[in-house]
């Protein structure tokens, strides 16, 4: 874990000896310098260490779930969960380990007893079972061919080794990239060749009964740490293995080769690179048995959402507007990292979505404080399990604790601290989706706008990869507030240190105005159907992707370059910043609904020819679109 920064750590011990309850007139005020010192406390706190990114399984995810009830109960909000508190539990798939695992290696009769946690440990992809048999390391886990007839390259590690039956071992990653052109190189096909689920599925597609993971050299620096279970254990049901997978230390297979009378794993890795051949040997001698539970199921891994409630007074009371924002993250990584990290590395997800809790309990700490409000009750509700599917917004509106016919309007704020000037008008620019959900919501949001000078990247559709998607599902009127993806999205760098407070503050305030004339309109917002827009929102999930950061673009074609990853596909292309994407595969490109849309469409490992305006010059270029990592 990344030691905390001082400022950070302040900010977390300043919450821990808090007074015991707000001084409510504070928040009635327009003290910009107390506004941002709050928000800094809320959002350094959940951005720390201490919150492990906040992803499900983590003590962190609970110690955050509790500071977000403790801060809703302060602001004066009522308990709106469960049993008369504040959380609304719920479970989703994933997989848990079930008792310990157990490796014991035999050569030539010499016993060795792994130890769980110092030599090795269970992969959240594996399967359950037991497994005994004879060893046989099998290089890098790789079989591939690239070209054809004589000058074809073919690699196949699980070649001339009897794997069937057998335990099999593999390196991680894939051998050292080579000057004589074998295919071993950064991107497009070597992702696939080096993911743990695709090592995997070639063993067992040979028989093999277990298969022992070891780090590569590179991976495992000095001291080889060891990939914990929850670090792929809600890999999809699809690529999880059917036999047991353990990761093993370096140390423990290089005394089995060297009792073996076989070179050690630094001099076969080597041995590899250098050739561009495999080098896979069985273990003479040398027997494994293995045997771990794994249960995985679609309700395995308990969540919650912190659900606060302010009432209403009058005659609109028994209805009811929704204020979300969701407060899990990655982490420490793993399957949505998309820094692509191979062993846990803290992603505190300041902006993602540290940002949107942190505006979230600013609103309940001025809408509590607002004596005798007329009007509509307000639920605050911090969601769990956004990042893995929107889980706990699908499953409020499941299960309300408020009656959804009654649910008048959802404002679901994610991303919202990094405010950034439009590069055209100069002025702060805000996107906003779910706009045409409902009869008058673009005059809302234009009169709400007026002193706060915003330019409005306006979506009509409701649909979106964030909570407001479960709730225009229901078809229910939503707005959704967010300042659009970055470098620094789901990554370790998304660091609380570069968030725009004071961008945060306008928008919150921005928010609050919204609301506020939601939850006293005498009519209540009539729902309007809108289309979806195909790859609507933030990028998720595994899909093929060039390496670029796509901006929303208005009053022209295409879809702009707002930045390029270092080493991506984009990059290697050619494409740059600034750059307009007009057309692909031959098809035009008129705004990023489109974009994303024809992305969907592309075949993992081909090339396709990209159309750009550069400037005022349109030029070509051909990319190959890489296969998507499926597994750290």
Known sequence: MRRMTGMALAMCLSYLFQPARLQADSFLTEDKTATIARLKKNLFYLASPYCEGRAPKTAGSERAGEYIADRFALAGLKPGGVQNGYFQPFRIQGANQDGPGLLNFASNNKKIAALEGTDFTVYGLS???????????????????????????????????????????????????????????EGGKVRTLGSITEKVARATARKAAAVLVVSSKDLAGENDPLVPFDFTSFSPAGRASKIPVLHLRRALLDQLLVASGKPAIAELENKISESGKPASIELPGCEAEVSCGVKRGANEVPLRNVVGVLEGKGPLADETIVIGAHYDHVGYGGFSSLAQVKMPTLHPGADDNASGTTALLELAYRFGAMKDREGRRLVFIAFSGE????????????????????????????????????????????????????????????????????????????????????????????????????????????LPERINYEGMAKIIGFAQSVVGELAKASEKPSFVEVARAAGQGRPMGNRPRLGIRPGYNEGEQGVIVEGVSPGEAAEKAGIKQGDRIVEMAGKPVQNIEGYMQLMGTVKPGTTIEITLMRKDQKVAVKVLIPTPMPSP
């Open 387 to 494: 990042e893995l599917g929107l889980y706990g917004s699908v499953a409020y509106c499941a299960n309300p604790l408020f009656l959804l016919e009654k649910t008048a309007a959802m404002v679901n704020l994610d991303m919202v601290g990094r405010l950034r000037p439009d590069k055209t008008s100069g002025k702060d620019r805000l996107l906003v989706q779910g706009v045409g959900t409902a009869t008058g919501f673009d005059d809302l949001i234009e009169k709400m706008n007026k002193g706060r000078d915003f330019n409005f990247v306006k979506q009509q559709s409701g649909f979106g990869p964030s909570d407001h998607n479960s709730f225009c599902a229901k078809k229910k009127p939503v707005l959704f507030f967010w300042t659009d993806v970055h470098e620094d999205y789901h990554r370790p760098s998304d």
């Open 127 to 185: 399967g359950s079972g037991k497994a005994k048999g004879g060893i046989v390391f099998c290089g890098y886990g790789i079989e591939t061919k690239d070209g054809e007839g004589e000058k074809a390259f073919v690699y196949d590690d699980f070649a001339g080794v009897p794997v069937e039956g057998k335990i099999v071992v593999v390196l991680r990653e894939s051998p050292a990239k080579r000057s004589d052109g074998t295919p071993f190189a």
